[in-house]
C-alpha cells in the first residue's frame, strides 16, 4: 500500500540548533512532495514542494527540503532553528497529476528558548 | 486575495444525528478536497471535488458525501453520526489543472465533536 513515514514525532530543540525531519515514501511512478507546518492555532501551510528539476528545494522562513529519488525520501532541514518555529510537521505526497494527498503523521517540534 | 474559509468552525452533535459543512475556496480555485484529521489516524484524504464532479474518493464509508457547486463551493455531509467521527475536517483547495492541480491551499477547518 501506498504511505508516507515520518519518525521521531517529538522533537525537542533548542534555539540555534540544526533541525532535520525525515520523510520516506512508497509510491511507484511520478510523484509530487510537500511539507506543510502547522503552527499552534493556525491552519495548514505549505512550507515547499517539489514538482521537478532541482531536487534541492528552498521553502519559507529558512527551510529547504532534498528529494532523493533511489532513497524515496524528501527530508526538511532548516540549519537553526527559533523558538517561532515550534509547530507540528507534515510530509504529504500525490502521484503527479492526482490531488490525493495522503500525509506522513506528522513531526512536533519544540523549540526551547 | 481571500483564503479558503469554512463553515461552521467548531459544531458539536449527538450520535445518530447528520451533520454538513461547507468549504469556500480561493477565488479562481476550481478543485476542492477534503481531509479528515484526528489524532490516531492523522490526516486522511475524503474526497476532491473538481468542476461540480467527484474526482477522488477515500476509503471513506458511504455516510460520508460531499457535492460541489457551480461556484465552486463544496459541502460535505456526514449522515448517522458516530463517535468516531469526531475529528477536525479540513478543506483544501486548488486550482486543479496543470502544475497548479497539486498545490493545495487548506482552510482552518470545522472542529466536529459527537457526543
Known amino acids: 500500500a501506498q504511505s508516507v513515514s515520518q519518525h521521531n514525532h517529538h522533537v525537542i530543540l533548542s534555539e540555534a540548533a540544526s533541525l532535520e525531519l525525515g520523510c520516506n515514501y512508497s509510491y511507484g511512478g511520478t510523484v509530487n512532495l510537500f511539507w506543510y507546518v502547522q503552527y499552534p492555532g493556525q491552519h495548514l501551510q505549505l512550507l515547499l514542494k517539489?514538482?521537478?528539476?532541482?531536487?534541492l528545494v528552498k521553502g519559507i522562513k529558512g527551510f529547504e527540503a532534498e528529494f532523493i529519488k533511489s532513497k524515496f525520501s524528501f527530508n526538511l532541514r532548516k540549519p537553526s532553528v527559533q523558538w517561532s518555529d515550534t509547530a507540528e510537521y507534515f510530509c504529504?505526497?500525490?502521484?503527479?497529476?492526482?490531488?490525493?494527498?495522503?500525509f506522513g503523521k506528522g513531526n512536533q517540534v519544540v523549540v526551547i528558548p | 486575495k481571500a483564503g479558503v474559509t469554512q463553515t461552521p468552525r467548531y459544531l458539536i452533535k449527538t450520535r445518530g444525528q447528520q451533520v454538513t459543512l461547507s468549504c469556500s475556496p480561493i477565488s479562481g480555485h476550481r478543485s476542492v478536497s477534503w481531509y479528515q484529521q484526528t489524532p490516531g489516524q492523522g490526516l486522511q484524504f475524503l474526497f476532491e471535488y473538481f468542476s461540480e464532479t467527484q474526482r477522488n474518493k477515500g476509503n471513506f464509508p458511504g455516510r460520508f458525501s460531499g457535492r460541489q457547486f457551480s461556484n465552486s463551493r463544496s459541502e460535505m455531509n456526514v449522515s448517522t453520526l458516530e463517535l468516531g467521527d469526531s475529528a477536525l475536517y479540513l478543506c483544501?483547495?486548488?486550482?486543479?489543472?496543470?502544475?497548479?492541480?497539486?498545490?493545495?491551499?487548506f482552510g482552518p477547518g470545522t472542529r466536529l465533536t459527537v457526543l
Open positions: 517539489y514538482f521537478s528539476g532541482d531536487p
Open positions: 504529504a505526497v500525490n502521484l503527479y497529476g492526482n490531488n490525493r494527498l495522503a
Open positions: 483544501a483547495s486548488s486550482l486543479g489543472t496543470g502544475e497548479g492541480l497539486n498545490e493545495q491551499f
